[in-house]
Nanobody
Framework: QVQLVESGGGLVQAGGSLRLSCAAS????????LGWFRQAPGKERDFVAA????????YYADSVKGRFTMSKDNVKNTVYLQMNSLRHEDTAVYYC??????????????????WGKGTLVTVSA
């Protein structure tokens, strides 16, 4: 059974940093992209960032480019989202997801193969 388990959320002041983790298990992800998404209260889920598992290539939404960095640990089968210079508008539940297609990952969230349950990030103003 494939599982994506997020951790690392919490409360942080604006300007601060957090690192989220997504532990993946149940299959090999060599042909997959793993991504981060977020959903703020009352808003739709948005794409944040993705990493291509096989070589670590990354892709970011414009809203987080330069502030967030995605990385991976092959040994731990875990991807990370380092979030710096956090803003109040970054407050959301952050989800990890996996799919073989970056196009699907950035355009058709309902079609993604795997989702985690999310971790809450709250940035105080």
């Amino acid at each position: 059974q494939v599982q994506l388990v997020e951790s690392g959320g919490g409360l942080v002041q604006a300007g601060g940093s957090l690192r989220l983790s997504c532990a993946a298990s149940g299959r090999t992800f060599n042909n997959y992209y793993l991504g981060w998404f977020r959903q703020a209260p009352g808003k739709e889920r948005d794409f944040v960032a993705a990493i291509r598992w096989i070589d670590g290539w990354t892709y970011y939404a414009d809203s987080v480019k330069g502030r967030f960095t995605m990385s991976k640990d092959n040994v731990k089968n875990t991807v990370y989202l380092q979030m710096n210079s956090l803003r109040h508008e970054d407050t959301a539940v952050y989800y990890c997801a996996g799919d073989p297609s970056l196009v699907i990952m950035t355009s058709d969230y309902d079609a993604l193969d795997y989702w985690g349950k999310g971790t809450l990030v709250t940035v105080s103003a």
